[in-house]
């Protein structure tokens, strides 16, 4: 389980609304903090995932605050996943890797390289 802390949210983003029935559509749990004017999400990274494609293309500036907040616990690929994402495509490059993963130079080459050796 993930956990964001989203501080000040309704007072950052415009139409806090919709968003945060793009949130409670998604799964995730969304709460506020007691009294105050900061909110917690919580959430699988698929459901992050979700929200970060809906959010997006809504279009509006002002989520994109939240969107970052979601990409930032982002969990990083093990080489075990890597290799299976290249073994399910064999004809990604490189920078494809890199860019769907966000892996290192060093872990994509590896990854890379450890099927072309097999």
Do not use: H, Y
């Amino acid at each position: 389980m993930l956990e964001i802390q989203l501080n000040s949210f309704v007072r950052r983003i415009a139409r806090a609304n919709e968003l945060k029935a793009l949130i409670k559509a998604s799964g995730a749990k969304l709460t506020r903090k007691g009294r105050s004017r900061n909110w917690q999400l919580q959430g699988e990274w698929p459901q992050f995932a979700l929200i970060i494609e809906l959010a997006e293309t809504q279009n509006e500036p002002s989520w994109l605050w939240v969107i970052t907040q979601l990409k930032s616990v982002k969990p990083k690929a093990s080489p075990s996943d890597l290799i299976e994402i290249v073994r399910q495509n064999p004809t990604i490059t490189l920078t494809q890797l890199m860019a769907k993963t966000d892996c290192t130079l060093i872990e994509g080459r590896q990854a890379l390289d450890s099927l072309a050796f097999d």
